[in-house]
Nanobody
Framework: QVQLVESGGGLVQAGGSLRLSCAAS????????MGWFRQAPEKEREFVAA????????YGGDSVKGRFTISRDNAKWEVYLQMSSLKPEDTAVYYC??????????????????WGQGTQVTVSS
């Protein structure tokens, strides 16, 4: 198993930037594809971005393309989400997740058995 802890959330004005971090512990970090999801009140959890286990492939949801960037540091066992040009509609709890071992990446929640506790991001207009 792998344990995940997010940090870096907070309150930011529209147009601003924020960087989320996710620290992993447990099994070998480089075995897992990693993803970020978000969930706004009364909405389903939404795919944001994913990065392959090697960091060589990066995928982003349509709503964040060109504004959010996912990256990872396998030496530090961390994954990041750099968010820029933030909009009020980006307000949500952001979750870090790890795929089942051996799966390089995925945009489907069902492929992520390991989740962090979430960090709140609030964008004011």
């Amino acid at each position: 198993q792998v344990q995940l802890v997010e940090s870096g959330g907070g309150l930011v004005q529209a147009g601003g930037s924020l960087r989320l971090s996710c620290a992993a512990s447990g099994r070998t970090f480089r075995s897992y594809g990693m993803g970020w999801f978000r969930q706004a009140p009364e909405k389903e959890r939404e795919f944001v971005a994913a990065i392959s286990s090697s960091g060589g492939s990066i995928y982003g949801g349509d709503s964040v393309k060109g504004r959010f960037t996912i990256s990872r540091d396998n030496a530090k066992w961390e994954v990041y989400l750099q968010m820029s040009s933030l909009k009020p509609e980006d307000t949500a709890v952001y979750y870090c997740a790890a795929t089942r071992p051996g799966l390089s990446y995925s945009s489907s929640r069902e492929d992520y058995p390991y989740w962090g506790q979430g960090t709140q991001v609030t964008v004011s207009s």
